[in-house]
């Protein structure tokens, strides 16, 4: 009689193993198996990183073997199992590799493809793996469902809680990204909870935040402590900090911000005109026009918080510094919106400089980093699950680039992001403001704008020429050619010619889903609803990926290191902007920041965001192996070694570096958005 032999990996994370029955099924060309028990006697089966193989004898051949059935059946009480995969030897030697990487919980079962990657077309139209294909998405679709959290913004998955989602999407330990623990636990390892004790009190001096900052410091952020004050520091962060995105060349002075020569001749160094030096490329601007008119916290009535809107004009040295010449707090010019100038009063010029400051804060916060990273991942995410199966290569490729996104993003829902949540206790965006961010946001949010090179472009930022020190553009561009490089070798293998891309139906539903559902057909935003091209999928996964991996680190992991010194990056500002100079002292701007017990939810805030998650798997690293083929493996090696050149390169221009830039180095960039 013929014999199989079955191996079952179980995963190695918290509480994979399992105490139910488990059962087998074999489903080849020809037959079934019978039901078959894995167990072995005096065995304690399916612990946390066991393997185990069991024997499986049948009645006849069974022909190719198509799908594996499993099954988990309550022995005491439900005990969920997380499957890695399984193995196949036949009587004939073949060794068949069936990927799972999944939960089964209760007494659900999961039917496993062998693990080669097949477009829907290469299945027979009435086969078993072709109904397999279709039960799949059908049941995804009713599991993952799109629900709006706020008009206007991107869709979200429905669910209300992190414990509500489909568990394979769930993190392995909720108690990892439980906001509340995880700030309480910031602040007590930060040494600042002395302070919570005297929430609305207000600093006395700077010297005061330099006492609680002096136990938190690290190399970049003492340098930032020390610095922030000064000019060069402040136009640096335009380039390299942790909103790098909003800096654009100055072609032409707009009419809202009425700079004349006769204002900023004094900040310009090469005898040139203010015309000239716009000519020469040399002039940029960094205009918040988004922050106009959003309504300010108003959650505690004990302490009023206010915004504003700043318009900033930077110079290009002789140095190739980018430099501040003209800062203006409001959008519409008057006598009660002075522009500030690097020859004003020192503590005008400061808080001009703070206000501008406080709201990159906002802008980075809400829509640099919560849109453009966090939200529209998870739109991806959950079109990749509900339009492609299991065995799709491009499910295969970005499952690693969703990984936990979901489960942040909903756990930022219920805990941080949630009216009365954690994000209202600090922020001047908070009780409503950052909606409105969001919201405005979307209305200019593009398709084009996620190309990172197209977006650097756009900006006017390109010429490493003219922007030497711009590391944010130069690691950035390295790392999306290396993704590029990846997902083109990857397509190459499955998608013969063009048209092979236009006749994948998944392909094409994915795509049209992320727009017409996930983007909710906003005109403005010109996602497509479908590709016609290889080179157009090429574009439209290294989005996906580089999304998720890259842009993420950059905006997000750099938070302690430039927000931690709490007057360079104000979450919320207890005075309304100055509409007159000479009004200023020290007083006024300590008293303008936030009060202690905002300073401290901020600090555990930016902490806590900065940190990389345990077992962290950074970009390039696939440890669970859904493909089989040797060619993507080949491609996978291929890319870590080009990411390794990136690295490298990176490591060796911060070298001896007092303002290291580090965030785009691939060994730092985790697969996904996961914090």
């Not at 008009?151 to 414990?163: N, Q, R, V, Y």
């Not at 944010?472 to 048209?499: H, L, M, P, Q, S």
């Not at 998720?548 to 302690?560: D, I, K, L, P, Y």
Request: aromatic content about 12%; proline content about 5%; hydrophobic content about 35%.
């Amino acid at each position: 009689m013929p014999n199989y032999t079955v191996t079952v990996a179980t995963g190695t994370q918290w509480f994979a193993g399992t105490d139910d029955y488990i059962y087998l099924t074999l489903m080849g060309t020809e037959g079934c198996s019978e039901r078959t028990l894995l167990d072995k006697p005096l065995y304690n089966d399916f612990e946390r990183g066991a393997v185990d193989s069991y024997d499986v004898t049948v009645g006849e051949d069974l022909g190719e073997i198509e799908l594996v059935k499993i099954e988990k059946k309550k022995y005491w009480v439900h005990d969920d199992w997380y499957c890695k995969y399984i193995t196949v030897k036949t009587p004939y030697g073949d060794y068949i590799e069936f990927p799972c990487f999944r939960w089964l919980v209760d007494d659900k079962e999961v039917v496993l493809r062998d693990g080669r990657a097949r477009l829907p077309q290469h299945d027979k139209k009435a086969g078993v793996a072709k109904q397999h294909r279709h039960k799949e998405l059908e049941q995804r679709q009713k599991t993952y469902r799109w629900k709006e959290w706020h008009p206007g913004f991107p869709m979200s998955i429905d669910a209300k809680a992190h414990s509500e989602l489909p568990r394979d999407i769930q993190f392995d330990s909720e108690k990892g990204v439980d906001f509340v623990l995880n700030y309480s636990k910031a602040i007590e390892n930060l040494y600042v909870n002395q302070f919570m004790h005297m929430f609305q009190s207000s600093w006395g001096d700077f010297a005061d935040f330099e006492r609680i900052f002096m136990r938190i410091k690290n190399t970049i952020s003492e340098y930032v402590m020390e610095h922030w004050k000064e000019d060069f520091m402040f136009g640096y962060q335009f380039l390299n900090g942790c909103n790098p995105v909003v800096i654009r060349k100055c072609t032409e002075i707009p009419d809202k911000f009425p700079i004349t020569q006769k204002l900023v001749e004094n900040s310009l160094e090469r005898g040139l005109t203010l015309e000239e030096e716009l000519k020469e490329g040399n002039i940029f601007i960094a205009d918040y026009e988004l922050m106009d008119g959003v309504t300010a916290n108003a959650t505690d009535p004990c302490t009023l918080q206010y915004l504003a809107a700043p318009i900033c004009l930077l110079y290009k040295n002789s140095q190739n510094k980018i430099m501040p010449v003209a800062i203006q707090l409001g959008q519409t010019p008057g006598e009660d919106n002075p522009i500030f100038l690097p020859t004003d009063d020192e503590y005008d010029w400061m808080l001009a400089k703070i206000w501008v400051r406080s709201s990159d804060f906002h802008v980075h916060q809400t829509v640099t980093h919560l849109l453009r990273t966090h939200l529209i991942s998870e739109v991806f995410g959950i079109a990749m699950f509900r339009q492609l199966p299991a065995v799709h290569p491009v499910f295969k490729l970005l499952l690693p680039h969703i990984r936990f996104t979901i489960a942040i993003n909903t756990k930022a829902r219920e805990q941080l992001i949630c009216e009365c949540g954690l994000f209202d206790k600090a922020n001047g965006t908070g009780g409503g403001g950052h909606v409105e961010l969001v919201q405005r946001s979307m209305k200019t949010f593009t398709y084009k704008s996620l190309i990172f090179p197209e977006a650097i472009k756009e900006r006017g930022m390109d010429s490493k020429e003219e922007l030497p020190y711009y590391f944010y553009r130069d690691d950035g561009c390295r790392v999306w050619e290396a993704v590029a490089n990846f997902v083109a070798d990857v397509v190459n293998i499955y998608y013969e010619k063009d048209e092979t891309v236009q006749e994948d139906e998944e392909i094409q539903a994915f795509v049209k889903d992320v727009c017409s559902f996930g983007m909710q057909d906003f005109d403005q935003c010109e996602f497509p609803k479908s590709l016609q091209t290889k080179e157009q999928l090429v574009e439209y996964l290294s989005i996906v990926i580089f999304t998720a991996s890259a842009q993420h680190a950059a905006v997000n992991f750099g938070q302690f290191d430039w927000c931690s010194w709490i007057p360079n990056s104000p979450p919320t500002m207890r005075k309304p902007p100055p509409t007159k100079k000479g009004e200023v002292d020290l007083k006024y701007i300590v008293e303008s920041l936030p009060d202690r017990g905002r300073s401290c939810w901020h600090l555990g805030a930016v902490w806590a965001l900065s940190q990389f998650q345990e077992n962290e798997l950074f970009l390039g690293m696939y440890p669970d192996e859904h493909f089989i083929e040797k060619p993507v493996k080949e491609a996978m090696a291929q890319f870590r070694k080009n990411l390794g050149e990136v690295t490298k390169v990176i490591k060796n221009r911060n070298e001896g570096k007092k303002l290291p830039y580090y965030y785009l180095s691939p060994d730092r960039i985790p697969n996904s958005v996961a914090v």
